[in-house]
């Protein structure tokens, strides 16, 4: 049975490390994307409903931006905060 290589297994760890790191990353184009739609769609049925076209859709759609665009920065941001991991080992 081959030795394990030590190189390999501190490959695997940058890359697990790497993952970590981008996760919270990964998320963000849905998140932003699922806020405006989301906003969109209720504003659109309100419009409907009540009859105040187009209003409320135009209304829920920049309600919408602001929200994905408050998820984005409170994604970056609190990423920053973390900063880089210890190095002390």
Same mark, same amino acid.
């Given at each position: 049975?081959?030795?394990?290589?030590?190189?390999?297994?501190?490959?695997?760890?940058?890359?697990?490390?790497?993952?970590?790191?981008?996760?919270?990353?990964?998320?963000?184009?849905?998140?932003?994307?699922?806020?405006?739609?989301?906003?969109?769609?209720?504003?659109? %049925?309100?419009?409907? %409903?009540?009859?105040?076209?187009?209003?409320l859709?135009?209304?829920?759609?920049?309600?919408?931006?602001?929200?994905g665009?408050?998820?984005?920065?409170?994604?970056?941001?609190?990423?920053?905060?973390?900063?880089?991991?210890?190095?002390?080992?």
């Amino acid at each position: 049975m081959p030795a394990p290589d030590p190189d390999r297994e501190d490959e695997d760890l940058s890359r697990l490390e790497i993952m970590r790191r981008a996760g919270p990353y990964l998320g963000i184009g849905s998140t932003f994307l699922a806020s405006v739609g989301l906003c969109l769609f209720g504003g659109w %049925w309100l419009d409907r %409903w009540l009859g105040t076209s187009p209003w409320l859709t135009l209304i829920g759609a920049f309600f919408g931006i602001a929200t994905g665009f408050y998820l984005f920065f409170k994604t970056v941001l609190h990423s920053k905060e973390e900063g880089p991991p210890d190095s002390r080992a």
